[in-house]
């Protein structure tokens, strides 16, 4: 055979033989489905004044293994995932980086609500979110290039993005390290989110 010998490093050479970190890993994973359960429970109750057919669909938890290379779940509540419209909450956990609350809208729902969300401006930036200003609406991290805080935005720019891209998503980013405050602290972002739709 031809080609280089794969070699591990010696930091893979310690993990390749050890079990534990994985093990502690899954039960980390476990712990994050436990965290959205309850977080989808609470939130169950914010729904009521969203479009029936987004609520209809209930609430579904997905665990994936390459956002960017890293773990992840998420809690999507409520889900309307069509071609062309979508009517979304999703609570993102990102291995090594944060808990993430989106609303997601595009097709019909930006439309229904982009006027209500333009003019709950000083509340959003009160509220501490971003706004996504990447082309692409399937991107989830924060960097500058996807999503900018509604405290280095102008109202005026707010608009602006919010009329003239095909989507709507506005963000909340909470650190890792707030773990012990987490499970009030996902839910009420969530309901602050649905609040300025209904």
């Known amino acids: 055979m031809d080609g280089a010998k794969i070699r591990l490093s010696?930091?893979?050479?310690d993990l390749v033989m050890r079990a534990d970190w994985i093990l502690t890993k899954n039960s980390i994973l476990q712990k994050v489905k436990q965290l959205l359960e309850n977080v989808q429970s609470v939130q169950q109750h914010a729904l009521s004044g969203l479009p029936a057919e987004a609520v209809r669909t209930g609430?579904?938890?997905?665990?994936g293994e390459n956002y960017k290379g890293?773990?992840?779940?998420?809690?999507?509540q409520p889900r309307l995932f069509e071609k062309d419209n979508?009517?979304?909450?999703?609570v993102m956990f990102w291995w090594?980086?944060?808990f993430s609350n989106t609303l997601h809208l595009a097709g019909r729902y930006k439309e229904q609500y982009q006027e209500k969300i333009i003019s709950g401006y000083e509340e959003l930036r009160e509220a501490g979110l971003h706004v996504c200003?990447?082309?692409?609406?399937?991107e989830h991290h924060f960097g500058p290039d996807n999503y900018v805080p509604l405290q280095a935005m102008p109202a005026e720019r707010f608009a602006a993005?919010?009329?003239?891209g095909s989507f709507i998503k506005l963000a909340a980013k909470t650190g890792l390290e707030q773990w012990e405050i987490l499970e009030e602290k996902l839910p009420a972002i969530s309901c602050r989110l649905i609040?300025?739709?209904v």
């Open 10 to 13: 010696p930091e893979e050479q």
């Open 59 to 63: 609430a579904k938890i997905a665990r």
């Open 70 to 76: 890293l773990p992840y779940l998420v809690l999507d």
């Open 86 to 90: 979508v009517l979304a909450i999703r």
């Open 96 to 98: 090594g980086h944060f």
């Open 133 to 138: 200003i990447h082309p692409e609406q399937w």
């Open 161 to 164: 993005v919010i009329r003239q």
């Open 195 to 197: 609040a300025a739709l």
